[in-house]
């Protein structure tokens, strides 16, 4: 049994330990809150988004245009969102596992598989400790996620798209549903694909001979989506840090009271011991 000077500064360490998660609990509760807010402005934006492109390739011959053409799938690209940090629970670990299943189960039917890894951790693990092709790495997103990122990633998978470089594009992130649960979501994002229930009004309005208009309207649905994933993470991120922080703080107390109570009956025992030394003594001296 460890003695009371070694408990003591076990005890020590462990308050301190629950004052840091406490405080990274506290941080992350507030960004969480800011995080929501921009999420559930920035998802009705990107519906809008999509529902414009949806209206074009119902009305346009897919055909005329080389982004709506579907092909047999040979190459997918996945777009891994993780963060920058750890200290937040299972939510990269949840990322890393979906995206292996996902890939082995493409790859037994001959379909090649190469990423984007987006955020510091899907880097470090898929560059590392995976035999899966990363195409593309963007690094320390934490303090730029916004639409420039979003433009950026989305010009990069529309022109390898276009180029026929991969057939399918598909955004892997974890989706914000409350502050207790995000769920790993795959996304198709390219080839567009539309179902229409028969009956449904389709909108009335047409698009002349120039492609630059398709090309532009297809590149702003990209980068509002891969806007709304990229803020779907951030906020399932802190709401994953601030989970993490409330039950390292909660077993830190209940190791301190552990260790508290170890140390009572250490100094108990010590004290025990005493007596019964001064009592011996004493008896010896007669």
Do not use: W
Not at 130 to 147: A, H, M, N, P
Not at 194 to 216: F, I, K, N, Q, T
Request: glycine residues 4%.
């Amino acid at each position: 049994m460890p003695g009371m000077r070694e408990i003591k500064a076990k005890i020590k360490s462990l308050k301190g330990t629950k004052r840091i998660t406490a405080a990274m609990k506290a941080v992350s509760a507030a960004k969480l809150r800011k995080a929501q807010t921009e999420l559930f402005n920035i998802r009705p934006y990107a519906e809008v988004m999509k529902g414009i492109v949806e209206g074009l390739y119902l009305r346009e011959n897919p055909a005329l245009h080389s982004i709506f053409k579907v092909r047999p799938v040979k190459r997918i690209e996945l777009v891994v969102i993780s963060s920058d940090k750890g200290l937040c629970g299972a939510f990269n670990a949840n990322i890393i596992r979906n995206v292996n299943k996902f890939a082995k189960e493409k790859q037994k039917e001959g379909i090649e598989i190469s990423l984007t890894t987006v955020g510091n951790k899907a880097s470090q693990f898929f560059t590392k400790y995976s035999d899966l092709k990363v195409r593309k790495e963007v690094k320390d997103i934490f303090r730029r996620i916004g639409l420039p990122l979003a433009e950026e990633i989305a010009e990069d998978l529309y022109l390898g798209y276009l180029s026929e470089y991969f057939d399918e594009v598909y955004l892997v992130y974890n989706r914000f549903v409350n502050a207790l649960t995000q769920e790993v979501t795959f996304e198709k994002i390219l080839p567009l694909s539309v179902e229409v229930e028969e009956g449904a009004p389709v909108s009335e309005y047409l698009v002349g001979p120039d492609e630059s208009v398709v090309e532009r309207a297809v590149k702003s649905y990209v980068s509002a989506t891969v806007l709304r994933a990229l803020k779907e993470s951030e906020t399932s991120e802190h709401a994953a840090r601030m989970t993490a922080m409330d039950n390292a703080t909660k077993n830190a107390e209940d190791l301190i009271k552990k260790l508290t109570i170890s140390f009572n009956k250490a100094r108990q025992a010590a004290i025990t011991k005493e007596l019964i030394e001064i009592t011996t003594a004493i008896e010896a001296m007669k």
